[in-house]
């Protein structure tokens, strides 16, 4: 019956988002009309960006990532969580849950990493345009990203690391609609508070260094909007900056209002709402944030359909 030498759980079941019968069906075709509209926005944005040369640059290529990213992680998540509306059952093997968690953790590691490589993109060709080519040349592009993505695995393997040491045996059912650290520790008899510091101090890495950096990052970007004569210098260069504060301010928000807070501040029931957030709202949002209010984007568009639309 074992599934591994650290527990005697084979399988889970996820309660889901919730237990109402009446709400299942509505909620089902709303977070499917969410999940089309995140495959299909991310899908574009990653079409749109390879077919036209004009947006191969080291923003759009940054941007290129996080579509991938958002599309990939909201895939990770939502087909699993749409069967739970439809099925009276809805399990996931240990091996499974383990698997989701992993390129969950991997994913969401990825794209903290990955909005703060844009933020450091941003100073540059605000702060340093003189250098911009320079600095952000393809090497330094790369060397960024393979710094994303080997933070990605870091959290990936740190939090499924910290998974083996401890064993289940109090139930399978996971009060959540995916398999995520807080409610896989509560099914835990041998977590302890080193499970827990483990989870703070990966978690903190995850969206404190990347908060760090993009507050540093834009911290120099006002400063030089401020100074800059023209108003329409001023707006200039805010513009090409709004797009990402407000991806940033959804993106981590709502990461830190789940994780960064002791658990008595808001019960588990309540933080798997708050989780749908970023698990599938702001993969959503993303791509229109940065279709609506970028121009480049809107004339690649243009270009690609052969057609005014905008």
Not at 5 to 15: D, K, M, Q, R, Y
Not at 76 to 87: D, E, H, Q, R, S
Not at 191 to 207: A, M, W
Request: proline content about 4%; hydrophobic content about 50%.
């Amino acid at each position: 019956m074992a599934a591994g030498n650290n527990s005697s759980v084979t399988e889970f079941i996820l309660a889901g988002l919730t237990d109402q019968p009446a709400l299942r069906m509505p909620l089902f075709f709303l977070f499917l009309g969410f999940y089309v509209v995140t495959v299909v926005g991310n899908l574009g944005l990653i079409t749109l960006i390879g077919l036209n040369s004009h947006l191969h640059i080291p923003m759009y290529f940054f941007l290129f990532n996080l579509s991938f990213i958002d599309l990939s992680y909201s895939s990770t998540l939502t087909p699993k969580m749409l069967m739970g509306f439809v099925w009276k059952k809805n399990t996931i093997s240990y091996a499974g849950c383990m698997t989701q968690f992993f390129f969950f953790c991997f994913f969401v590691f990825s794209e903290s990493f990955i909005l703060s490589a844009m933020a450091y993109d941003r100073y540059v060709a605000i702060c340093k345009p003189l250098l911009y080519t320079a600095t952000m040349s393809p090497q330094t592009c790369l060397f960024l990203l393979l710094g994303v993505y080997g933070m990605g695995v870091f959290g990936a393997v740190s939090h499924i690391g910290n998974m083996m040491f401890i064993t289940f045996c109090a139930g399978n059912l996971v009060n959540h609609y995916m398999c995520d650290i807080l409610p896989l520790l509560e099914l835990s008899c041998t977590s302890s508070y080193i499970n827990l510091l483990v989870v703070f101090i990966v978690v903190t890495i995850g969206i404190g260094v990347p908060i760090v950096t993009i507050f540093i990052s834009y911290g120099f970007i006002l400063s030089s909007i401020l100074h800059i004569s023209s108003v329409k210098g001023k707006s200039k260069a805010f513009s090409t900056c709004i797009s990402h504060i407000l991806v940033v301010s959804l993106f981590f928000g709502s990461g830190a209002f789940v994780y960064l807070k002791p658990p008595s501040v808001l019960p588990l029931n309540q933080e798997k709402v708050s989780s749908m957030f970023y698990t599938a709202v702001v993969p959503m949002l993303n791509p229109l944030i940065y279709s609506l209010r970028n121009k480049d984007v809107k004339v690649a568009l243009k270009k690609s359909l052969g057609r005014t639309i905008f």
